[in-house]
């Protein structure tokens, strides 16, 4: 039996929709970056990126277990001296709810060259509406 390698011309990309209130952040980013990865689909292969485009509408009402509302901090530095900036959780939420999951994602893909186009593929929205109802996006339950 040979092993089967995936070639790029093979390729086939599908659109996933999820609803950021139905799970919480951490569970929320295991299953976007799976769908993103393309690790769900029996032509997996690791150095080719064959994953799937991911829709996440609701991320207003984004779901959060225990005081991580208060206690997770965001933090990004200006590269001057006392430039660090702290953020809570809720007040990211409140000037930008997409921050919190691209993060989240972020944190659960491999650090390596496909990371940034797979994150491409992800497209968050803070309502219900989506501009991507032509693709028909499958949901996710």
């Known amino acids: 039996m040979k092993t089967y390698s995936q070639k790029g011309s093979e390729i086939k990309r599908e659109w996933w929709l999820i609803d950021a209130s139905s799970l919480?952040?951490?569970?929320?980013?295991?299953?976007?970056?799976?769908?993103?990865?393309?690790?769900?689909?029996?032509?997996?292969?690791p150095h080719?990126?064959?994953?799937?485009?991911?829709?996440?509408?609701?991320?207003?009402?984004?779901?959060v277990t225990g005081d991580k509302m208060i206690q997770k901090k965001y933090y990004r530095h200006s590269g001057?001296?006392?430039?660090?900036?702290?953020l809570k959780l809720e007040e990211v939420i409140e000037k930008d709810p997409s921050v919190a999951i691209r993060e989240a994602?972020?944190?659960?893909?491999?650090?390596?060259?496909?990371?940034?186009?797979?994150?491409k593929r992800?497209?968050?929205?803070?309502?219900?509406?989506h501009t991507h109802t032509a693709?028909?996006?499958?949901?996710i339950k």
């Open 24 to 45: 919480p952040l951490g569970k929320l980013a295991v299953v976007i970056a799976d769908k993103l990865m393309g690790k769900s689909k029996v032509t997996y292969t």
């Open 48 to 63: 080719i990126d064959n994953g799937d485009y991911v829709v996440v509408v609701n991320a207003k009402n984004l779901v």
């Open 80 to 86: 001057f001296p006392g430039g660090l900036t702290e």
């Open 105 to 119: 994602v972020k944190g659960m893909l491999p650090k390596n060259k496909l990371a940034a186009d797979r994150l």
């Open 122 to 129: 992800l497209r968050v929205f803070d309502t219900l509406e």
């Open 135 to 139: 693709q028909n996006p499958k949901e």
